[in-house]
């Protein structure tokens, strides 16, 4: 018989957002792009607006999932290879990846994610000629693969090692395990809602956590969920909403918002009815987080400035809060991505950034003034260690611990110091897709 031609990529359901997939997936492993420059905005993959919202959604979970356990795949794909993964096609790869994912974690019946990869390598010329490779690996990874996922289920292999090696020496073993197990599961959506948090837990099928967040399972675009339209809600991970709280009642005052974008800290200030300064350095993200505003019907005045260099008014401001740029290894759990992008080396770099935000904050703020800083890092040297270096420094400023009933009770997440310290396994439920935080560190000081 002569070879059948194969079917043009539009008659082939699902293999868009499977090309897709892989092309981001090679972004990120081999052109260090994050997912989120490669998912939105001006950079975006420029066939993302061809797919259908379903298509869109399968696609962002593929990569996700792959991301989230792709220390186990490279373990899987290394017992079922027996020279190893094709170093020169990464479409091949990519395809390997995208089918063991399908057989072992999503509802995809395993002849389409067999067949759906073999045509993703047959149309790439580099990688066609490892078709056959493909379609044998996978159909062996749906045969043997659960059971070697299984042999390795209680390791942490989807943690980089030298990331897992310092979550234990800062944790300790059982700690560090916890949180990589926890980072696994696909997270909730988390909301921050205006008012009646009740309501809008049942409105949305999700349930209320303690400390107002209304968390909630549902997936597809958000913009198409109730109370979206409206600026009833804005997302937000639980972790996150707990810094912006530390304030207290601050009803009238003047709230300085240090690298704001995209808002959410800032939504959360001026509906608790201060006068949000926003700043930011990026132009676009203002333009991001004026929308967001827009939307919400909230109000804040943003400025396109770097912090370091904001002078500011010369009376000094009743709060300031900084949101500070960091490693952002608290936030694995719903950017995978961040765990292959990241090295060891990165977490000091932007140490002198830090520092230079917490001084200038110090000097703007008003004598009993209160500073509240955070970072999604799970590393001390961006919290514990950036904040205890300032109290050194700077004799006028204290630390004012914060108190369980502050953040509804949940005195675990409250550090020896009286600092904030969530991690991805806290708030632990019995469905583990409704547990977990982000890694969230943030540390309230009141200058005297």
């Not at 759906?116 to 490779?133: E, H, N, T």
Request: glycine share 8%.
């Amino acid at each position: 018989m002569p070879p059948q031609r194969l079917a043009r990529p539009a008659e082939v359901p699902g293999l868009a957002a499977r090309r897709i997939a892989a092309d981001i997936l090679d972004g990120v492993l081999h052109k260090h792009r994050t997912l989120d420059d490669q998912l939105d905005g001006a950079a975006a993959h420029p066939a993302l607006k061809t797919l259908a919202d379903r298509d869109r959604a399968l696609m962002r979970r593929l990569v996700a999932t792959i991301l989230r356990r792709l220390g186990t795949l490279g373990h899987l794909l290394s017992r079922l290879l027996d020279r190893g993964i094709p170093t020169d096609a990464p479409r091949a790869q990519s395809a390997l990846l995208i089918g063991a994912a399908q057989i072992l974690w999503m509802d995809v019946p395993d002849h389409a994610a067999v067949d759906l990869s073999v045509r993703l390598v047959q149309s790439d010329r580099r990688a066609a000629k490892y078709a056959g490779l493909v379609n044998a690996v996978l159909r062996r990874c749906a045969r043997e693969g659960a059971g070697l996922v299984d042999e390795v289920k209680n390791e942490t292999l989807d943690i980089p090692p030298w990331l897992l090696k310092r979550w234990i020496a800062h944790y300790g073993e059982a700690t560090a395990k916890a949180m990589a197990h926890a980072i696994l599961h696909e997270p909730s959506l988390d909301l921050t809602v205006k008012s009646d948090p009740a309501q809008w837990a049942t409105r949305l099928h999700g349930e209320q956590l303690p400390t107002g967040t209304v968390r909630t399972l549902l997936q597809g675009s958000v913009t198409m969920l109730p109370g979206f339209s409206e600026g009833a809600w804005w997302v937000q991970d639980a972790a996150a909403a707990l810094p912006a709280r530390l304030f207290g009642d601050i009803k009238g005052k003047t709230i300085v918002d240090f690298c704001a974008a995209p808002g959410g800290k800032t939504a959360q200030l001026a509906q608790a009815g201060a006068r949000v300064i926003a700043l930011d350095r990026s132009p676009a993200r203002v333009a991001r987080l004026k929308d967001n505003m827009t939307r919400l019907s909230l109000e804040a005045e943003a400025i396109v400035v770097d912090a370091t260099e904001w002078q500011g008014d010369a009376g000094g401001f009743d709060g300031i809060l900084i949101d500070a740029p960091c490693s952002s290894t608290g936030t694995i759990r719903r950017h995978p991505d961040v765990a292959w992008l990241r090295q060891e080396a990165d977490i000091a770099t932007l140490g002198p950034l830090q520092k230079r935000l917490l001084q200038r904050a110090t000097s703007l703020l008003k004598p009993g003034g209160t500073l509240v800083y955070c970072t999604c890092s799970l590393e001390p040297e961006e919290g514990e260690a950036a904040v205890t270096a300032l109290l050194s420094a700077e004799s006028g400023l204290k630390r004012a611990p914060i108190a369980p009933d502050e953040v509804a009770g949940l005195a675990e997440i409250i550090n020896p110091q009286g600092d904030l310290r969530t991690l991805p396994s806290h708030l632990a439920h019995a469905d583990p897709r409704l547990g977990g935080l982000d890694g969230f560190y943030a540390a309230r000081l009141v200058k005297s």
